[in-house]
């Protein structure tokens, strides 16, 4: 009876460790999963990235051409003279004037107003390049002062002349800028101007005349100047 006792107790504690163990997986079995994170997908915007390349290129494009003007600067502003004139009234001492390149020939081209305006016309015209001491007398042989419709002009002639600023017809946009003489601003960005500069030519960032300047904000169109010399021809 004795061992029976024993045999019974030995039992019940192997169905209570038994039961224990059981108890335990089934816990361990309902631990969650360690939480996974999801990746975040960054997707390229191809669009913009292309649209900031194009802009980084234009801007590199701009660069090289205001790099390239800078060095060309000295030679364009071979090609601007200092103007003077006088009358029997009086003197016009101080405008501008540039040679052009056209069809082989150069000319030299002003305002027109500095050839005639309300005080009366002008004569005696000499002129003088930057860094150049010698004064040349050059024919008048086409003007225009008609300030209201922006035409505003004055075309010379000399066989002393031998070179001259090349000209664009089409290309009008900004950048632009004004080459000036003697003690007038030689560069500066097309804008608000002191006297002696009308007759500046306006060039834009490939160094080639678009305008002639003529006020504040005013200018003749090379265009008309052109058309100008093709009816002398």
Same mark, same amino acid.
């Given at each position: ?13 192997? %169905? ?11 816990? &361990? ?15 390229? +915007?191809?669009?913009?990235? &292309?649209?900031?390349? $194009? ?23 071979? !090609? ?8 029997? $009234? ?13 069809? +082989? ?33 050059? $024919?008048?042989? +086409? ?24 000209? !664009?017809?089409?290309?009008?946009? $900004? ?26 030519? %306006? ?18 169109? %090379? ?11």
């Amino acid at each position: 009876m004795k061992y029976l006792s024993i045999i019974l107790i030995l039992l019940l504690l192997s %169905i209570f460790v038994v039961s224990c163990d059981s108890n335990y997986t089934l816990q &361990a079995d309902t631990i969650p999963e360690t939480v996974t994170v999801t990746e975040t997908v960054i997707v390229e +915007d191809t669009a913009r990235i &292309a649209e900031l390349e $194009k802009q980084l290129e234009k801007k590199d494009t701009e660069a090289q051409q205001y790099r390239e003007l800078i060095n060309n600067l000295n030679n364009l502003l071979a !090609n601007v003279y200092y103007g003077y004139a006088s009358n029997n $009234k009086w003197t016009a001492d101080g405008f501008t004037a540039f040679s052009m390149e056209y069809k +082989d020939k150069y000319y030299l081209i002003t305002a027109g107003h500095a050839v005639e305006n309300p005080d009366g016309k002008m004569t005696n015209f000499k002129f003088k390049a930057n860094f150049s001491n010698e004064w040349i007398y050059p $024919k008048l042989l +086409d003007y225009k002062f008609d300030k209201m419709n922006l035409v505003d002009y004055a075309i010379f002639y000399s066989d002393k002349i031998n070179s001259g600023l090349k000209y !664009n017809l089409n290309n009008l946009t $900004k950048p632009s800028f004004i080459l000036g003489a003697g003690k007038l601003n030689l560069f500066k960005e097309y804008g608000y101007i002191k006297s002696g500069e009308s007759g500046s030519p %306006i060039i834009n960032i490939n160094g080639e005349v678009i305008e002639i300047l003529t006020g504040d904000r005013t200018a003749t169109k %090379i265009e008309i100047v052109i058309q100008a010399i093709d009816k002398l021809e």
